[in-house]
């Protein structure tokens, strides 16, 4: 059974930092791309950050602010957030599959964690 949990959300002031972790357990891993998605209350899906075997993408409202990185070893990714906006507030979700050509379209991936919440205050 495939298993996505989230952790390390919570509230934060505008500038500060947080650092998001995914660990995966039931499947293998190190071949899987994992993405992050953000969504706020009354807003659509977004495209935060993902990362392949390969390579790393991210959403142009967090370049230069995020950075996506893994560790096989541990089944985990995470997704360490600096200089956070009150608009980067939302639940995060990690999503992983095998084969991702878009890694940004959330419809790509089968498996998707609970989410967690980060807060930003102003």
């Known amino acids: 059974q495939v298993q996505l949990v989230e952790s390390g959300g919570g509230l934060v002031q505008a500038g500060g930092s947080l650092r998001l972790s995914c660990v995966a357990s039931?499947?293998?891993?190190?071949?899987?791309?994992v993405g992050w998605f953000r969504q706020a209350p009354g807003k659509e899906r977004d495209f935060v950050a993902s990362?392949?075997?390969?390579?790393?993408r991210y959403g142009d409202s967090v370049k230069g602010r995020f950075t996506i990185s893994r560790d096989n070893t541990k089944n985990t990714v995470y997704l360490q957030m600096n200089r956070l906006k009150p608009e980067d507030t939302a639940v995060y979700y990690c999503?992983?599959?095998?084969?991702?050509?878009?890694?940004?379209?959330?419809?790509?991936?089968?498996?998707w964690g609970q989410g967690t919440q980060v807060t930003v205050s102003s």
């Open positions: 999503a992983a599959d095998r084969t991702v050509f878009y890694p940004e379209r959330g419809a790509q991936y089968d498996y």
């Open positions: 990362i392949s075997s390969a390579s790393t």
């Open positions: 039931g499947l293998p891993f190190n071949s899987y791309t």
